[in-house]
């Protein structure tokens, strides 16, 4: 019985991807296959190997509709895109990028142009220092991969700059998802790079057509460590991770999409997000619509000083960014209690609630402006829109009262320039508000239900809406229900716009049920701010 080979895969026979025989049928894809194969010589100049490129493009691109051939001839189509974007930004330090090419190659000469980027979703060549092929992309830590087929080079698009930009992750820089596509009149060939998250089709050889896209491949593109051994030293060892504080944007700022915050926790790190991230990025309906960032900080220090470094960092957008729309913050655990800080005012006069002569005591020596008052006495911020909590412990837990809590409270080992300011000028007082009697405060001592800080927090209202998701291990009923270290009590909000109890623990934050309901209220987020 005779074999026939599937055209995607006689395209890639053809290109020397794999051996096997080739059909008859599949002759039509040769000339296409044999440029792209003789394009990826290393040996040969640059010029030569991108006109290469383009010819077997062209070639694919003529096939594009053809009944039998279109699949193999979207294949090579996208390969021939995605590895002329790589040669092109990559050759000769980059001489090659971004500005008209004359290219020629076996008697055949292309003329290439590069397409401006604008803010209806196409990108600007010079937007980015670097490309990566979407496939070449390890998705280890991705559980599930969101991409879709269709025409064009799928790419991430990698700016990193020196010195690094605000708001950029220093390591690897900013990343984005990337599709090229080609088109050709005769010899004119014309390379745009489209945002497939903001436009998901694009005109191709005069129709519209799917984007080949992955959404996956920006998240896993960060280095990968770690997490539970970084956030526990991040908790542990404060003073080594303080310069790992700060509000990372993961994509290129956009004005016209929402920034959606998310904070983590407890020895944790901003990567416990990415599998979240992903899975919002699935949704068509919120795709396009939101841009991810993430605040993360080293979580051995007081959840009050971590909230004011969250404060100035969105400060400095503002100040960068003075039109951004209105942010949505994500807060998991210790996380929640950061972002609720950046949705309420606390005056001097807010901690009475502990009683006006202890609070009186401690705010006797404390001056105006200081970071003790910057830390206790702030204002929330207007351009919060919404928070939704994931078993965030307003009222504290249990869980640092215990033995575990003591140990957390004995190892945690806090900057020496914070003790010292902290110490120097609260002196014994400092107990006043933190509960915690001879003890310098950190993250442990700030959860414990006896933390006064806690009680005020919570006695002022929030000035956005917001939204509780709690987990339940099923160990116990109402107010006694626990995720295993937050209690129902002391997660639940009386006042929330809804509440939803998902079957886990406290590390809840990529159940499907999870995942579901922190897509419904971006929806809903979306219907009711007109974004």
């Excluded at 991430?156 to 990343?175: C, D, L, N, Y």
């Excluded at 605040?295 to 404060?311: D, I, M, W």
């Excluded at 575990?404 to 508000?433: F, H, N, Y």
């Amino acid at each position: 019985m005779k074999v026939t080979a599937l055209p995607w895969f006689a395209a890639l026979v053809l290109a020397g991807c794999v051996s096997q025989p080739l059909p008859p049928e599949e002759a039509e894809h040769r000339a296409a296959a044999v440029h792209l194969k003789e394009a990826g010589a290393k040996t040969t100049p640059a010029e030569q190997r991108a006109a290469l490129y383009l010819a077997s493009a062209a070639e694919s691109y003529d096939l594009l509709d053809s009944p039998k051939s279109r699949e193999a001839a979207r294949v090579l189509y996208n390969k021939a895109a995605t590895d002329l974007v790589l040669l092109l930004r990559s050759s000769e330090n980059g001489a090659l990028w971004n500005r008209p090419l004359t290219l020629t190659s076996g008697g055949t000469t292309w003329r290439l142009r590069y397409a401006a980027g604008n803010r209806s979703g196409t990108w600007e060549p010079g937007r980015f220092t670097s490309f990566t092929a979407a496939s070449e992309v390890g998705l280890k830590t991705i559980e599930s991969h969101n991409r879709q087929d269709g025409v064009g080079g799928a790419l991430v698009g990698v700016r990193k700059m020196s010195p690094v930009e605000a708001f950029a992750p220093p390591i690897a820089g900013v990343t984005a998802p990337v599709t090229a596509v080609i088109d050709f009149k005769g010899r004119d060939a014309t390379l745009t790079l489209v945002d497939p998250s903001e436009e998901p089709k694009a005109r191709v050889k005069g129709s519209e057509r799917t984007l080949d896209a992955d959404f996956s491949a920006p998240l896993a593109y960060y280095p990968q460590r770690s997490e539970f051994w970084t956030g526990l030293m991040g908790a542990l060892r404060v003073s080594h991770h303080m310069g790992t504080t700060g509000l990372y944007m993961l994509q290129p700022y956009d004005p016209d999409r929402i920034p959606l915050i998310f904070v983590h926790g407890l020895i944790s790190t901003p990567q416990m997000w990415r599998n979240v991230i992903n899975e919002v990025e699935k949704d068509p309906a919120l795709r396009g619509r939101y841009q991810c960032w993430v605040f993360g900080y080293p979580t051995g220090n007081p959840p009050a000083y971590s909230a004011l470094r969250f404060r100035e960092e969105l400060a400095k957008v503002r100040e960068l960014y003075p039109n951004a729309k209105d942010y949505v913050l994500v807060g998991h655990s210790m996380g929640g209690l950061v972002s609720r800080m950046q949705a309420t005012t606390l005056t001097r006069e807010s901690w009475d609630v502990i009683g006006k002569d202890k609070a009186a005591r401690f705010f006797s020596k404390v001056k105006k402006g200081d970071l003790i008052d910057r830390a206790t006495a702030f204002e929330a911020n207007p351009k919060v829109a919404r928070l939704v909590f994931i078993c965030t412990p307003h009222r504290g837990s249990e869980m640092a009262l215990g033995s575990i809590g003591e140990l957390g409270r004995r190892l945690i080992a806090l900057p020496v320039d914070l003790t010292s300011v902290v110490t120097q000028t609260m002196g014994d007082s400092l107990s006043l508000v933190t509960g915690a009697p001879g003890r310098m405060p950190n993250s442990v001592t700030g959860l414990s239900p006896n933390n006064p800080a806690l009680k005020v927090l919570d006695s002022e209202p929030m000035t956005a809406p917001y939204h509780t998701i709690l987990g339940d291990r099923g160990k116990g009923d109402g107010a006694l229900s626990s995720d295993g270290v937050v209690k129902y009590w002391s997660s639940h909000l009386t006042k929330a716009e809804s509440e939803k109890v998902v079957p886990g623990p406290h590390g809840s934050c990529e159940l499907p049920q999870t995942l579901e309901e922190l897509r419904r209220i971006l929806r809903l987020h979306l219907d009711k701010s007109g974004d």
